[in-house]
């Protein structure tokens, strides 16, 4: 393991490392449904609910380095041997001294500390169970190893932060009055008596608590419930007094003050080899009936060791939904833990994790629907109902709520109360909906009915309805009150329409609060995103094929989009925007509720006619002498990319979307690659940075390129989108190229020497690097896809089973057979290919293909169809395998 992190040691994903301790920056998630933590080697990190419910002390990435809170529990032997069980202590304790290891898994994990000097080893195992109980268990498993008895006195030390996380700083002191601190046999309870907030206290429903019990369920002997009183005057966890100076506890006040669970078990004996156990229970509660049932569930060796193999398969059933075997251990498991990602943005979302330390909870607009991709690959028939939830978030005017809770269809309109606009939202749900549709054959779902999301903001934010109030109701209404409600083809038409019209001066989509990228978030008035204006042609290309497929034969809309559907000259800006503010005027505060039927075929025209408009106008004025697009407009109507004397002004978001959507010609993509390759990848760290050094701020367009570049979104090597640059290049039938791409990101990872991470795919990797903000990115869901169905080309075809490689010899360089499995129409597949011969191109060309005994009929060379009406035929309880000869 020379030079490495970690090292991979089995096919589950389970990874060890025996230096991990010394990267304070590392951590896991550790979670279910209820639960959310982050824990470090050193056991630091943090356990939450919620924005509002914090077990331990929040703490963001360099907290990891600074805090001295942690999941403590000290060993006392003598005044001269005091040992942290997991490294957190003063020089007294001989930590120093110890020989560590780290074994961790999908979401759990188990440190081992050896100490000859002080003769003792542990050994800590930390996950959250699957299920539903809202609690991280801690298992500590303390053994002799030296050739004499030893006498413990083991203890935790686990400061209690319980309340919410923006007390961190604000009214910290005042809000440890509210604490209101039980002392239970097994334990600590604290129940603050206020949620504080000075725009309205609210009564606390919160129980944080810490519980204990020794292998025999034994409790502690003595508590430490206050910080103050464990630590003594000096307040240092590192060389709490009460342990160091082997003190009991005393009979001071212990209300509103800082909580701890210093549990102090009995004193222990053990004879050379032999170990005794101790169980920590963290956890959030409502209902203080909860308690008993949570130690009777959890208080024996035997009933952790049920919890941990329970967790275990739960999370690698989940990662093993798509299952690869390519012949490269390394690949493989690392793709078990991209598998997860998704899952996890769905519990965290785009916060509590050290890295995240922004928002208050919840998933973006663009999350909600990029996560659904995966999900769709997992399981399609349980994502019907959450697509319809999301498209009532769409508001009437194209825009959309923009944060997202955790219950079906529980929309938020904004962040900390800034109303503002990301032009890319409407391009996301078609693309999402679109593989549903193709993944299920359900297309009835674009005729299913649902209503629109309404608040005071209105006219894609550009005004506010000061008569809105929430008594009103957040949903969109008719003239005559009556909530309203359109088809989700309905809602598809009013999102890309909109922006048809919502130009600015050089007639592309306005760029409004910003695209994908945040960063370019000072270009509200006059920015204009090329980028997006390509994906939004696509759209509307797309939808004319959708509403051609439609049974009927007609369209239903609403009356008002009537007027986006004029088709005046397309390239007369102020007619164009006038029309848009005719439709704002007439659906800003409600609709008539009456309803126009169309032709299909005269729809259909329509939306290609703008399409192929706004493609031309493309490719005419945005393709650069210099080999590539031009991607945006700044706020001074100036172009942003292209040659500036000597500099050249390059962004891969100007590249990828361009290509994604076909608006690049084949010769485009051809020049696009290699201006890609001469000006973003980086020859020493072989990845593509997100733009080129444009060497000063740019104050016209957004905070970005404030950033210092090869970070964030100035230039870094920004996983989203070189996967979608991947996506894009296989789309465009460059298939070695796009393999490049995807794969540049793991020989990133696995490079951990500079990597420095656990086995994940971050948001963004830096100038050394360096994977930064692990695990929370949207990046997951388009890998899965992009390796399911562009690279192995395994994908639903309007619900049949389109079997398409894109496989290069690259592919097959570990082994002439490469497999992956999925679900599909309910029936398990693993579907093999084999290369029995390489050449200088794999040319994919499929030889004979057969399905578990029987041979399958070739359609094509390149490709096959397999019907879903013969997959449902296989019987479901079986895992059925498909094997593909290539040449």
């Not at 008895?149 to 002191?173: C, E, F, M, Q, V």
């Not at 980028?531 to 959708?546: G, H, I, T, V």
Request: hydrophobic share 40%; net charge positive.
């Amino acid at each position: 393991m020379k030079n490495k992190l970690w090292e991979f040691t089995d096919s589950c994903g389970t990874f060890r490392s025996g230096v991990a301790d010394k990267m304070k920056s590392l951590y896991l998630p550790l979670a279910n449904d209820v639960l959310l933590s982050a824990i470090t080697p050193n056991l630091n990190g943090d356990i939450k609910a919620g924005q509002n419910a914090f077990l331990l002390s929040p703490v963001s990435r360099i907290d990891l380095s600074t805090s001295k809170a942690s999941r403590n529990f000290w060993v006392y032997i003598d005044k001269h041997k005091i040992w942290s069980a997991c490294g957190v202590s003063k020089d007294l304790s001989h930590s120093k001294e110890d020989k560590f290891s780290l074994e961790a898994g999908l979401l759990w994990q188990k440190i081992t500390r050896e100490n000859k000097k002080v003769g003792l080893k542990s050994e800590i195992l930390s996950f959250v169970p699957a299920g539903n109980a809202p609690v991280e268990l801690m298992q500590v498993k303390i053994t002799n190893i030296s050739s004499r008895r030893i006498k413990i006195i083991p203890t935790s030390a686990i400061p209690l932060y319980a309340r919410g996380a923006n007390s961190i700083r604000d009214h910290r002191h005042v809000t440890s009055l509210l604490q209101r601190i039980a002392i239970d046999k097994y334990g600590v309870i604290v129940k603050p008596t206020l949620c504080f907030d000075e725009s309205g206290h609210q009564p606390n429903k919160k129980i944080y608590f810490v519980l204990g019990c020794d292998e025999k369920s034994s409790w502690p002997r003595y508590i430490y419930p206050t910080q103050e009183m464990f630590c003594g005057d000096a307040g240092d966890l590192e060389a709490p007094q009460s342990v160091y100076e082997n003190l009991l506890p005393d009979d001071s006040l212990i209300q509103g003050k800082e909580a701890m669970a210093g549990l102090r078990f009995k004193p222990a004996e053990l004879g050379r080899d032999k170990s005794h156990t101790y169980i920590l229970i963290m956890g959030i509660i409502e209902n203080p009936q909860e308690i008993k049932k949570i130690i009777q569930e959890f208080n024996s060796v035997k009933k952790i060791e049920k919890a941990f193999a329970k967790t275990k398969a739960h999370w690698l059933e989940v990662s093993k939904r798509i299952n690869i075997s390519t012949g490269e251990s390394d690949f493989d498991n690392w793709f078990s833990w991209v598998n997860i990602q998704p899952v996890l943005r769905k519990i965290f979302g785009c916060s509590f994790l050290p890295d995240f330390d922004y928002g208050k909870g919840g998933r973006g607009w663009r999350d909600l629907w990029q996560d659904c991709l995966s999900l769709i690959l997992n399981n399609p028939q349980q994502v019907r109902q959450i697509l319809l939830n999301n498209f009532s978030g769409v508001r009437i005017d194209g825009s959309n709520a923009t944060i997202i809770g955790k219950n079906p269809g529980e929309f938020i309109s904004d962040r900390n109360n800034i109303s503002r606009v990301w032009m890319d939202h409407g391009v996301w749900p078609l693309l999402t909906l679109d593989l549903y549709m193709n993944e299920t054959g359900d297309s009835d779902i674009l005729l299913k009915e649902i209503s629109y999301f309404r608040n005071h903001e209105i006219n894609r934010c550009r005004s506010i309805d000061y008569q809105w109030a929430k008594a009103c109701g957040q949903k969109l209404k008719t003239a005559s009150g009556k909530i309203y409600q359109g088809t989700v083809l309905e809602h598809l038409l009013v999102e890309n329409l909109v922006q048809f019209f919502n130009v600015g001066t050089h007639n592309h989509v306005r760029l409004e609060g910003a695209d994908w990228n945040d960063g370019l978030d000072m270009a509200k008035e006059h920015g204009e995103s090329v980028a997006f204006s390509c994906m939004y042609a696509y759209n509307l290309m797309r939808l004319a094929e959708l509403v051609l497929k439609l049974k009927s034969g007609e369209v239903e809309i609403a009356e008002e989009l009537k007027l986006l559907l004029e088709e005046p000259d397309y390239a007369n800006i102020p007619k164009k925007l006038k029309i848009l503010d005719q439709y704002f005027l007439r659906t800003q505060k409600c609709v008539s509720g009456k309803k126009i039927k169309l032709p299909a075929q005269v729809l259909a025209n329509n939306l290609r006619q703008k399409a192929g408009w706004m493609i031309q106008h493309i490719r005419n004025k945005e393709w650069l002498k210099e080999g590539f697009f031009n991607g945006y407009y700044d706020n001074r109507k100036k172009r942003l990319e292209g040659k500036s004397g000597n500099l050249i002004k390059m962004t891969l978001t100007g590249q990828v979307f361009p290509v994604m959507s076909g608006v690049a010609t084949k010769e485009q993509a051809r020049s696009v690659i290699a201006s890609v390759n001469e000006y973003l990848l980086d020859k020493k760290l072989s990845g593509y940075h997100l733009n080129t050094d444009f060497k000063q701020e740019q104050y016209a367009l957004g905070r970005a390129f404030s950033f210092v570049y090869g970070e964030k979104e100035n230039g870094a090597i920004f996983s989203h989108m070189v996967v979608m640059f991947a996506n894009a290049l296989y789309k465009a039938g460059f298939k070695e190229d796009g393999w490049k791409a995807l794969s540049s990101i793991f020989k990133m990872a696995l490079d951990t020497e500079k990597s420095k991470i656990y086995p994940v795919l971050p948001e963004y990797f830096n100038n050394d690097g360096r994977g930064m903000y692990a695990y929370l990115t949207g990046s997951a869901s388009w890998f899965v896809l992009t390796l399911l169905t562009e690279v192995f080309g395994i994908k639903g075809s309007g619900g049949d089973l389109l079997i398409e490689p894109k496989l290069c010899n690259d592919n097959f360089k570990h082994s002439s057979t490469i497999s992956i499995q999925r679900n599909f129409a309910g029936r398990h597949l693993i579907i093999e290919f084999y290369l029995k011969r390489k050449t200088v191109h794999c040319e994919n060309n499929i030889v004979s293909a057969r399905l578990n005994s029987s041979c399958l009929c070739l359609q094509s060379k390149n490709s096959m169809v397999i019907k879903r009406s013969f997959i449902l035929n296989l019987p479901a309880n079986k895992i059925h395998k498909i094997k593909i000869e290539l040449a």
